[in-house]
């Protein structure tokens, strides 16, 4: 037989359902001792147990499967709960008004407790190559797509920023560094490095111009991104690169 336990996740359903597994077993073995014979379930108990299991049963392998520590879980959760709310804990003729009534409580306590954090989920399974935009409506995609394009320029202008500070490091130390023997001859390249220093130092508009354009670079490389076929749903997101180049 299987204990609850409070600190285990699924073990009432555990409980229950070797319970009912082993119903036969157990009045037998409770039907031969006067002393315990009182405790054999009667229809009423089972029927109660059986509704329980059944509203319990279908969150066994949710449960398992978003408890992970070794792959990426938290995309999962709002098409986790887009599936318990359309089919897995969805009410059948066939329920008992207990099972109902749980399945019920059950989607009322998922939603309301992941309610505040629906900008987060939203955006996590955004970037899953596994799931993308399939459980995002179209009004948040489109918010979700200024965010990331918003985040990615930002990264660009950091790692720019890094870059020129590592140049200007490396400048100085040419400068500190005694001058050589010899000229060197001016080389072609040198004339394009020139220019390039040139434009670098160009007015304001051509800045707003370069950011215009990067900003367009970045949306378009979002959308190819966004129209690409979803990964296996067995793959590992963090390993995934070459499906989202």
């Not at 319970?19 to 054999?40: C, F, G, I, P």
């Not at 318990?84 to 306590?109: G, M, P, Q, R």
């Not at 190819?224 to 997101?237: A, L």
Request: glycine residues 2%; proline residues 4%.
């Amino acid at each position: 037989m299987v204990t609850d336990c409070s600190t285990r996740w699924g073990s009432t359903q555990k409980m229950i359902g070797r319970v009912l597994e082993q119903q036969s077993a157990l009045s037998k073995v409770l039907s031969t001792d006067r002393k315990v014979r009182h405790l054999l379930p009667s229809w009423q108990d089972l029927e109660v147990l059986e509704s329980v299991n059944k509203a319990l049963s279908p969150l066994q392998d949710f449960t398992d499967a978003l408890s992970g520590e070794r792959y990426v879980s938290i995309s999962c959760v709002k098409p986790a709960l887009h599936l318990l709310n359309t089919s897995v804990l969805a009410e059948y003729e066939a329920d008992t008004d207990l099972t109902k009534s749980l399945k019920s409580n059950i989607l009322s306590y998922l939603n309301n407790k992941y309610e505040d954090m629906q900008d987060l989920l939203n955006f996590t399974t955004f970037l899953d190559p596994r799931f993308r935009t399939q459980y995002i409506s179209e009004e948040e995609t489109q918010t979700l797509k200024e965010r990331a394009i918003t985040e990615l320029i930002e990264i660009h202008g950091q790692q720019s920023v890094a870059q020129r500070t590592a140049v200007m490091e490396n400048d100085s130390r040419d400068v500190e560094s005694p001058p050589a023997a010899k000229a060197k001859k001016k080389t072609l390249a040198s004339f394009f490095k020139e220019t390039t220093c040139t434009a670098s130092r160009a007015p304001l508009s051509s800045t707003f111009d370069s950011m215009s354009q990067l900003r367009e670079a970045v949306a378009s490389e979002l959308n190819v991104y966004i129209y690409m076929p979803c990964v296996d749903h067995v793959e590992d997101p963090l390993k995934c690169g070459s499906y989202t180049k």
